[in-house]
């Protein structure tokens, strides 16, 4: 299996968080449920948190808002 990157040398949690959920959005795409779960499954509970928080968020605002909203936050530091 190709080694997946956990983004840990992100310093931006929640950037971090946003890159790890579009690594499952992706496996999912490619209808790999198995692997994103695998995927998910490899980080402590505070991060599977953080994730499920942002899918949710992402449910609820919708993809581009969040990512938008993300990037808006990022870029004024």
């Known amino acids: ?3 997946m990157p956990t983004f840990n040398d992100v310093a931006n949690p929640t950037l971090r968080t946003w890159n790890r959920l579009n690594i499952i959005y992706n ?7 198995s692997l994103a779960t695998r995927y998910a499954e490899r980080f402590n509970k505070k991060d599977k948190i953080a994730l499920l928080r942002m899918a ?13 909203e993300i990037l808006r936050t990022r870029n004024s530091h």
């Open 27 to 33: 496996m999912k795409e490619m209808k790999s449920n």
């Open 1 to 3: 299996m190709i080694e």
């Open 56 to 68: 949710s968020k992402v449910a609820n605002d919708g993809y581009e808002t969040v990512r938008r």
